[in-house]
């Protein structure tokens, strides 16, 4: 869906995947329809923004953090559970930013 030329063919894609998986994980496939107009929003500034904004080397540090986090703990009690600890690396990874900029 991300590697599409227009958000009109990303929407078309998306279709047929929560056709394809909506049975399988009802659960994720509402939450990535009420969720994925979000990312798009890169797709709506002009191409001259969009060569800037282009990496995602912090999104990638933060999800090799979140797994690195998950795999000692390796069994959560609840689904709260795991989103705390994705929260507490999202406020530290924040926190270590907010001290690099500084």
Known sequence: MYERRNVEEARRVLKQWLEKWGGKYPKL???VETNMEEPWTF????VAHQKHL???NLLE???????RRTLVV????DEASSLRL?????A???????????
Do not use: M, Y
């Open 29 to 31: 496939c509402a939450w």
């Open 43 to 46: 797709d709506r500034l002009p």
């Open 54 to 56: 282009k990496s995602t």
């Open 61 to 67: 540090r933060f999800n090799q953090e979140i797994k």
């Open 74 to 77: 390796r069994l959560f009690p």
């Open 86 to 90: 994705v929260r507490a690396v999202a």
């Open 92 to 102: 530290e990874q924040h926190e270590e930013g907010r001290a690099a900029a500084t």
